[in-house]
């Protein structure tokens, strides 16, 4: 019987391999809890700090079992796994978040289901099954849109614009798998996200609205807080406390939203754990996301999402990103960060570097770009 809150020495097992699961081992180490890493790979992130590994497919019965035996607690930095998986693990140790929220999490079209059910704006969409309704959501919507894998995608994976009718086909025959879901363009003016955590008494800490810069659809820059005014900075984190509540989270929640050009704030997807948009606060708060989450999944009491400075955060993306790793060791002021990836393959989030303001002295785009020259545009 698990018994919250978890006392010093135990162990939270956490499902999925990456830098997400590493940074999150890292906080986990600072308030005395070892984790076990369930991943496919053999040499992942988060692995390489933590106390145990199990290397097994995320649908495997006999792993899932082994791997919830040897924990206390289960969370995620990855959210795929099957529902028997959840199912499993879930008849075993508690699971934060629940299955059911990643089930939600999971599926675009149960995401927006469940956000628009709850008052939560999102741009319009459609479910498409086939491609006579592809034809009729964009009849509906119009174009440009985006037409989007309701399962399984990320960094812009599994999605493409549409802007022509002659685009339907191609888009139509290489997105899988199916059932889509078309969404229309949102031509925003900014990019923003709230990270929330939430414990288990429901009580709520929310980090500054942040704006998030992507760049081939991957995040490229985050600057902390947003330049935005205090009705959407205020819109974005209610949006982001209600969704937590209504989902009834317990962890970390993130919420990517858009504000489109009349200055409303949309929401674009969800994630109940910690985010890239979050990586900032490790360096900027006096508790980052990464503590604020296994805080919660230990059923400790969670601190004030308060940060001290304003900061910018770059990823460190595929090759490119790691000959730029000189100079963001050499440079004095900025922060480096490291995920143990062995190959920079294309796209591959290897790092990322952060550089702190006096809190209120964020600068505008010269300044940011400036306080980033040694790593280029
Ligand atoms: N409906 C949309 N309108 C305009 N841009 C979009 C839309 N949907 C996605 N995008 C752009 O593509 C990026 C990635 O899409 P997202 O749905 O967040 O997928 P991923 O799971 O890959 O992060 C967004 O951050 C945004 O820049
Ligand atoms: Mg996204």
Same mark, same amino acid.
Request: net charge positive.
């Given at each position: 019987m698990t018994r919250f809150p978890l006392p010093p020495n135990a162990t939270i @097992?956490?499902? +999925?391999? +990456?830098?997400?699961?590493?940074?999150?081992?890292? !906080? &986990? &180490? #600072?308030? +005395?809890? %070892?984790?076990?890493?369930?991943? %496919?790979?053999? *040499?992942?992130? &988060? !692995?390489?700090v933590s106390h145990g590994v199990t290397i097994s497919d995320y649908s495997d019965p006999v792993s899932l079992r082994a791997f919830a035996d040897g924990v206390d607690v289960i969370s995620f930095e990855f959210e795929n796994v099957s529902a028997e998986g959840l199912d499993l693990l879930a008849s075993i140790r508690p699971v934060r978040p629940s299955p059911s929220v990643l089930?939600?999490?999971? *599926? #675009?079209?149960?995401?927006?289901?469940?956000?628009? @059910? !709850? @008052?939560? &704006?999102? !741009?319009?969409w459609a479910r498409v099954e086939s491609r006579g309704e592809l034809d009729e959501a964009v009849r509906r919507l119009g174009l440009p849109a985006v037409l989007k894998t309701t399962r399984l995608g990320y960094d812009g994976k599994g999605q493409a614009t549409l802007r022509a009718v002659e685009d339907l086909d191609g888009a139509w025959d290489r997105l899988d798998p199916k059932p889509l879901v078309l969404e229309g363009f949102v031509d925003f003016a900014q990019e923003i996200s709230v990270v929330v955590a939430r414990g288990e008494d429901g009580d709520l800490s929310c980090f500054d609205t942040v704006e998030n810069r992507h760049r081939d659809h991957i995040l490229d820059l985050t600057l902390a807080p947003a330049r935005i005014s205090q009705a959407a900075d205020q819109a974005a984190r209610a949006i982001g406390c209600r969704v937590a509540e209504a989902l009834d989270v317990v962890g970390l929640l993130a919420v990517e939203m858009f504000i489109d050009s009349g200055g409303n704030v949309l929401v674009n997807e969800i994630a109940p754990r910690p985010h890239n948009s979050g990586h900032w606060t490790i360096d900027a708060c006096p508790a980052s996301q990464f503590e604020l989450h296994i805080r919660a999944i230990a059923g400790l009491a969670l601190p004030p999402a308060t940060r001290h400075s304003d900061a910018v955060m770059k990823n460190l993306i595929g090759p490119e990103g790691m000959a730029l790793w000189p100079a963001a060791l050499a440079e004095p002021g900025l922060i480096p960060h490291l995920y143990g990836k062995a190959a920079a393959l294309p796209g591959r989030k290897m790092g990322h570097v952060t550089r702190l303001f006096p809190r209120g002295g964020l600068p505008g785009d010269f300044g940011v770009d400036a306080a980033l020259a040694v790593l280029g545009g």
């Open positions: @097992g956490l499902v +999925g391999g +990456g830098q997400l699961g590493r940074m999150s081992a890292l !906080a &986990a &180490a #600072r308030l +005395g809890y %070892r984790c076990h890493i369930l991943t %496919r790979e053999t *040499d992942s992130p &988060a !692995a390489q089930r939600i999490s999971q *599926d #675009r079209v149960e995401e927006k289901t469940f956000l628009n @059910g !709850a @008052g939560v &704006a999102t !741009a319009p």
